[in-house]
């Protein structure tokens, strides 16, 4: 955004973003256009498209409108009309559905069905339609948007899609693939998320081919929320992975994405069409669809580490339900066994467990299964009543879960018992070397 | 005619988005990484035609990835880092000496690039300054813009399915120096290119040694149209590419011209599969191609008999033009009715049928249905085309020039929205170093060196390495001559330095010591040329000087006799000091 004092100039000149302007400088007079301002630096400089297409950032003495643009504001269908055994893609913002903003020169999340159509020529080969549900940066999505989305989903199950694919920022993307894998049970067609690393407005995102594999993955013969995402950074080849046990582990690259403690579903292979089976998954469920998509986002996850205070825990108790991140196999600071340096926390848990509030342990080694038999604070925390011993999710999961959870039952019994029972593939049974 | 010249010269700095060095080494890559590029929309919302065409390639993208000079940056799995201060600072200086008005805030744009030569698929660049000079013998010379970019990844090999990259130098800051249409002919380009290139190396901050620094030429002729050549990496080279290409523009205007005359009216789409005339063929280039899958598609050209064999430039004809047009496409070129088509075993019934078919004049091409059908498009598009089209030219060893693709337009650049603007404040400006003139310099060598081997010095690469020498206390005009003379007769010997830097300050710091004389300079050097340190040579060559008793004794020995000394202890003694001797004795 311009200065006020900028503003104002512009105002009285008449001129607009995209005008063709000149700009004097004691030095030197510009021309170009007009372009808008980034959020960031001086908010006095002008910024200018010189005819060559380069940006510059200049101070004005004065400037003068040259000639007006014929700006074009196009405003674009968000939604298709749909038929029985399309492919759904839905869009929900993030990387994958981002563009350059022409106002603002910042990457901005919207695509609209035509321009899905533009930029990936490839999706001919499937009947699709597409729907823009809305369209956020992943981080500022929460429990509210899941239910969204899982409406819609289950709205196109209902329609006759054959297969349904949501495009999503990939931040949050495991918040809200394992929160729906729980949400939406026995799904009779494949529900895959995908997103990407890379900007889709650069000529290498790797948008196209995520979106493409997910695409032609929707017409396979599973039954289970995936998450479609590069294997490894070259352009091969994607994994699906179970909504429920994937992991976001690296901030940039293009196979950010893992599955934790168990192998991807499938392999495909981008250039080859090649759909590899990797590891058990269920069919496209012929029965009914199970629909519990209420839920209770009133939980807190936190990540346990030397000096957490025992106070920070007690405040806990305005949350319906806590998650730990515990160290190792699951473990926190007791204080039983030292008590003269060390302020444990496990007397704060003891008395959010007495007060009906669940806690439910993960541990921060992220791979691995927790287990609270085999030290003695992991035995006095398996006493007071924390949920998870054996459990093999990721803290995400096991928040979605919980959330998911408080959403179907406030008693604590049954809290422990959905909990403790495989809903969505979170739990495995067996620990494998992968 | 109009000439304008672009140069690209390495600043020596590491690279520009990373922390990765830009020293590059030999040696093998850790692992090579697969990539597929695609055309996006720029922030105006539209795409840029050079980058649609490549993008009908389809090609995979082969990059090999080197421990010391990549990261996750260069691999594009990682966003750039902030611009590198010192390279910025280098840039602003070479602003300041060619006279050009700084920038108050510099926006890093991306440059569409969809040949496989960036792993993004955008070059990042940036203008820091318009508006500059230099002075010529013809004038001045107006620079219309200074900008700081990334350096391209070097290929390995390509081919139409696939291209190999290395990406050890992607990333290495570049200066972009593009002047206006003010050169006046082919003397005065190089002149401007020479008096760019000193400017650069005097600052001592840019870069050294062989692809360090590249031309482009921007080339109108009246009636022509502008084209830009790119990659011509050799001074000398410039005068010729300017006449040929000036020479191709002309000829293709007289064919243009022609054509009109004889109401050649343009070429109607008219592609028809000519297969099944090769059935039984000779032509081992079609019956390849037709083994492995491919068609073999024809487009008539009536009324360009005759002309598809005219020559352009040398070796380039009007058919080159076309051919060239069609391997953007990704085939391997045509084949037309000008050529001598027995020469590609087309026998003289097939000939025929070609002919009964496709008529007087005719382009064939030999590849994958789609491809080839795509390549007589852009066949035909080039034919049609009534004019000379602006466009980007690769010069080719020998002077002349092939098409690439068409000039990149405004559509190819857009924000890099991952590096925020730099405002340009005075704490950096305060911060630009204050590196001599050209003008200053070339004063300092005239004290220092008689003005012919100043004028030689001024121009050298190794300007940089005598500048070296005189601080360690080297005589200026034994430095200039050892640099200039005795290092290219030894090459011409065949013996070449690595790191001639390195070798000369080794060999003048031996020297400055008194332990041999300058006659044994070739020597020592032609015995250092595979890493040995001087010191060493002397000893394994018996090279010492002789002085003082040793001397005299030898003096006694020969008789006195001047001449027979030098002859036997040339490469050991002073002649100075034998001289000096002799006349003491006397």
Known sequence: ?434 | MKIGIEIHQRLDSSKLFCNCSSHIVEGDPAFTIQRKLHPVLSELGETDDASRIESTRRRLFEYQVFSENNCLVEMDEEPPRNMNRQALLIALEIAKQLNATIVDEVYVMRKIVIDGSNTSGFQRTSVVALNGHVHTSKGLVKITSIAIEEESAGIVSSSDANATYRLDRLGIPLIEITTDPDIKDAAHLRETAEKIGMILRATGKVARGLGTIRQDVNISTEGGARVEIKGAQDLKMLPDLVENESKRQLELLKIIHELRLNHVAGVKKSIEDVTSIFKKTEASLIQKGIESGSVVLGQSLPGFAGYLGRELQPKQRFGTELSNYAKTAGVKGIIHSDENLSKYKISETEQKHLHEKLGDCFALVVAPEQQAKTALEYVIQRANMEFVPEETRKANPDATSSYMRPLPGKARLYPETDVPPIPITEELLSAIGSSESLEDKQKKLEKLLNKELAAKMIKSRYLHVFERLVKIKTDPKLAATTIENTLVSLRREGVEFQNVEKALLDLFEEFNKDTFVKAAIPEVLKGMVKGASAESVIKVYRLQKITGKELKKIIEDENHDLKAIMAKHRLQVDPAEVAKLLKGKK
């Open chain 1, 1 to 434: 955004m311009y200065s006020k004092k900028i503003l104002e100039q512009l105002k009285k000149k008449k001129i607009d973003i995209g005008d063709t302007i000149t700009v004097k400088t004691k030095d030197y007079t510009y021309e170009g256009l007009l372009m808008p301002r980034p959020t960031l630096g001086d908010s006095d400089v002008l910024v200018l498209k010189l005819n060559t297409g380069y940006n510059v950032g200049i101070t004005a003495e004065s400037f003068e409108l040259v000639a007006t643009t014929s700006a074009k504001v196009e405003t674009e269908q968000t939604e298709e009309p749909k038929k029985k055994g399309d492919i759904a893609i839905l869009g929900c913002g993030g990387t994958i559905a981002s563009r350059v903003e022409y106002k603002t020169g910042a990457v901005y999340p919207s695509i609209t069905p035509k321009e899905l159509r533009t930029t990936f020529p490839e999706l001919e080969k499937w009947p699709i339609h597409s729907k823009q549900v809305f369209s956020l940066f992943s981080d500022d999505m929460n429990a509210h948007h899941w239910k969204l989305i899982a409406d819609e989903i289950e709205q196109e199950i209902k329609d006759g899609s054959a297969g349904v694919v949501i495009m999503h920022g990939t931040d949050t993307l495991t918040y809200t693939s394992s929160a729906v894998s729980f949400m939406l049970q026995n799904l009779p067609v494949p529900v895959i998320f995908v997103g990407s690393q890379r900007s889709s407005d650069r000529p290498s995102s790797e948008n196209k081919m995520n979106l493409i594999n997910s695409v032609f993955s929707a017409t396979k013969n599973f039954g289970e929320v995936a998450v479609c995402m590069h294997a490894s950074t070259n352009d091969d080849f994607c994994y699906l992975h179970r909504g429920t046990k994937v992991r976001k582990m690296h901030t940039s690259r293009r196979d950010a994405f893992e599955s934790i403690n168990t192998k991807p579903m499938f392999a495909v292979d981008y250039r080859t069409k090649k759909f590899e089976e990797l590891s058990e998954h269920k069919k496209r469920n012929k029965g009914d669809l199970i629909s519990k998509k209420k839920l209770n986002d009133n939980v807190a996850l936190v990540y346990v580490h030397p000096s957490i205070k025992p106070e920070f825990i007690s405040k806990l108790d305005s949350y319906d339900g806590v998650v730990l991140m515990g160290t190792g196999l699951g473990h926190v600071p007791t204080g039983v066994f030292e008590a003269k340096n060390v302020k444990g926390i496990y007397k704060p848990i003891k008395e959010l467990i007495a007060s009906d509030i669940p806690v439910v342990m993960s541990s921060q080694c992220i791979t691995g299964r927790v287990c609270l038999r085999v030290y003695s604070n992991g035995r006095l925390l398996k006493e007071a009543g924390v949920i998870g011993d054996d459990a093999d999710w990721t803290p995400e999961t096991a928040f979605t879960k919980l959330c998911w959870a408080l959403g179907q039952t406030k008693k604590m019994d049954e809290v422990r018992k959905l909990m403790e029972t495989n809903i969505a593939g979170e739990l495995t049974s067996r620990s494998i070397l992968e």
